[in-house]
């Protein structure tokens, strides 16, 4: 079975820039999260999603970061206008509902020069 | 904001060796969740734990929920190469919240 599948793996960008993250989850799972770590704070969650409506985002750092479930097989986060302290590895993970198990996806690697 | 104090920070060991590491919050959960992170991959669930004082074996994995509801610990016992990564411990509603993570080196 395929897990949780992100692309691109590694994105290198120059400041300023529209970055877009991309995420499938895990066929069945109805909870989506999106995290972001850094060495200085860890795994952070930023946004989760149930059945496809997001539930929580306050862990978003601010406006310039955006989330969207169009569908239960997809979802992304879109950095606008994108700053170097952004740079870190972005991970999606999965959840079938009432299961504390999530499967984390790859992570994307962001560079923002 | 609730915290998840997690130590040591990193640990460096031969193979053969024993492990401990632990965590402890500033709330009270119901659920203790340990992690580990290879390289370039995203984190694995090793042990649940859903009782206090619940402990918890996984080959040579160990884990405990303490009493209080505060903390847990994680023991890996006659380490092996593969079990260099990041080992996190995490609090469990819907989300999770991590701790900080340990980093393991193991020598051959």
């Known amino acids: 079975d395929a897990g949780v599948i992100q692309s691109p793996r590694h994105e290198v960008t120059e400041m300023g820039q529209e970055v877009t993250l991309r995420c499938k989850p895990i066929?069945?799972?109805?909870?989506l999260f999106w995290y972001r770590q850094t060495m200085m704070r860890g795994l952070e969650l930023l946004i989760y999603?149930?059945?496809?409506?997001?539930?929580?985002d306050s862990g978003m750092p601010e406006d310039r970061f955006s989330a969207k479930m169009p569908n239960a097989s997809f979802s992304t986060l879109k950095i606008q206008p994108s700053e170097p302290r952004d740079s870190a590895v972005y991970f999606c993970?999965?959840?079938?509902?009432?299961?504390?198990?999530?499967?984390f996806g790859p992570g994307t690697r962001l560079t923002v020069l | 904001g609730q915290q998840l104090n997690q130590s040591p920070q990193s640990m460096f060991i031969q193979e053969g060796e024993d492990v401990s590491m632990n965590c402890t919050s500033s709330?009270?959960?119901?659920?203790w969740l340990w992690y580990k992170q290879d390289p370039g991959e995203g984190p694995v669930l090793l042990i649940a734990?859903?009782?206090?004082?619940e402990l918890t074996s996984n080959g040579r994995l160990t884990a405990q929920f303490g009493i209080t509801r505060k903390d847990s610990f994680l023991n890996i016992s006659a380490s092996i190469p593969s079990d260099v990564g990041i080992y996190f411990c995490?609090?469990?509603?819907?989300?999770?919240?991590f701790g900080k993570g340990t980093t393991l080196s193991v020598s051959s």
């Open positions: 993970a999965s959840s079938r509902g009432g299961n504390y198990e999530q499967f």
């Open positions: 066929s069945g799972h109805d909870y």
């Open positions: 999603f149930n059945n496809n409506v997001p539930i929580d």
């Open positions: 709330s009270i959960f119901n659920t």
């Open positions: 734990l859903y009782k206090a004082g």
């Open positions: 995490g609090q469990a509603g819907t989300a999770l919240i």
